[in-house]
């Protein structure tokens, strides 16, 4: 097996703030992701395409990325067999996860396309046209911003607010002058740092009448019993995500939780989303797929494993401006694999097939910046 990877800038359309990165007087955020692409290519030319996304949240970035990769042997993996693979990789350090997962999905690319099918049918899950909607993300920004990126998402039928921020009253105001009944989903990554105020906090945004569910309200290190409070009293729904990194966290977050948002980048890939997308439905939670700022290497991987959620939340690659490749769209907040050019596997394709050849180096050589495709 040959394999190559390379670091690429994702450009957000817009400055991307979230509680955890808002600094004093609203300033913080980014305004670029790094991302590294890796291909697998085996003998006989079977190609397997992955992404890592690294979120600071949960690991060192894009270095520790890099170094990860440098130490993989390739000729240790094999889409034939996934599992000898993934242990393999498993033994060469501990977490790691966005690394491990970027290549648990070009494995899975691979293994998918040697039988001849997508990566949803390959693990038997299908996928039904016109059934799931992502919701399209406003970051923490001024109100005058937030009603012209609402104004922008008017195609988009479900938005997701990040709050956390001093002006959430005046920031969900101005999302509502632009769209009075949208149904909105609120994300205050882990911004209440008590029960009390995670409480009021969800009350208030009840009285709204159209928020689904709020996504971490306190710190994902709250003492269990103070989230189990939180859980019997709030008006509104709570759905982990820093609190829920692998199917290891579902039992827990049953407790603390009605609901829990996976990523490909906490769970190592595909495989183990999988795992705790299935676990969460056994243990009686609503589960739903999300992402970082990603490219739709990585959306079209979530994609494949709409089936075993209720909520969507893949919109990384719809956040910016150089998307390299082409995979499922989401017209109208539609996932569709309709218009996807490429029939098997994970079904992404790079917009300019002269990228591959230009920019993407052996694993032996150093990483270079490419220029947008
Ligand atoms: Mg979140």
């Given amino acids: 097996m040959q394999m190559k990877f390379q670091e690429f800038d994702l450009k957000l359309t817009h400055r991307w703030t979230i509680a955890s990165s808002l600094g004093p007087g609203g300033a913080g955020g980014t305004e670029i992701f790094k991302v590294v692409f890796v291909e697998l290519r085996d003998k006989n030319g079977v190609l397997g395409i992955g992404e890592a996304a690294p979120s600071t949240r949960y690991e060192r970035g894009i270095e520790s990325v890099l170094s990860f990769l440098r130490q993989v042997d390739a000729d240790r993996l094999s889409f034939d067999d996934l599992s000898p693979s993934m242990e393999y990789l498993d033994g060469l350090g501990s977490g790691h996860f966005a690394a491990k997962g970027a290549l648990n999905i070009a494995l899975l690319d691979g293994a998918a396309r040697l039988s001849n099918k997508p990566v949803c049918d390959y693990l038997g899950l299908g996928f039904t046209e016109r059934k799931h909607v992502t919701s399209f993300s406003i970051g923490i920004d001024h109100p005058d911003s937030i009603r012209r990126k609402v104004a922008e998402a008017e195609s988009y039928p479900v938005l997701k607010l990040k709050v956390g921020s001093p002006q959430d009253r005046q920031n969900l105001a101005a999302l509502r002058e632009i769209a ?143 998307d390299p490749f082409l995979g499922a769209t989401a017209e109208g907040g539609i996932i569709s694999f309709a218009k996807t050019p490429e029939p098997i596997g994970l079904r992404v394709q790079s917009r300019d097939p002269l990228a591959d050849r230009r920019s993407i180096h052996h694993s032996e050589t150093a990483t270079i910046q490419v220029e947008n495709c």
Avoid at 259 to 268: F, P, Q, Y
Avoid at 272 to 296: D, F, N, P, Q, W
């Fill in 180 to 322: 009075p009944q949208k149904p909105i989903r609120v994300d205050a990554n882990e911004a209440w740092k008590t029960k009390e105020e995670a409480l009021g906090q969800l009350e208030w945004l009840a009285g709204d009448g159209a928020i689904q569910f709020a996504e971490q309200p306190m710190p994902a290190t709250s003492a269990p019993r103070d989230l189990a409070w939180l859980k019997e009293r709030t008006p509104l729904p709570i759905m982990a995500d820093e609190s829920c990194l692998s199917a290891n966290d579902i039992e827990l977050c049953a407790d603390c939780y009605h609901a829990v948002n996976v990523k490909l980048m906490k769970t190592g890939g595909i495989s183990g989303a999988v795992e705790a997308l299935k676990a969460a439905r056994t243990s009686g939670m609503k589960t739903m797929i999300g992402c970082m700022i990603e490219s739709s290497v990585l959306i079209t991987a979530a994609a494949h494993l709409a089936e075993l959620t209720d909520y969507l939340d893949i919109d990384g690659n719809l956040l910016i401006s150089n």
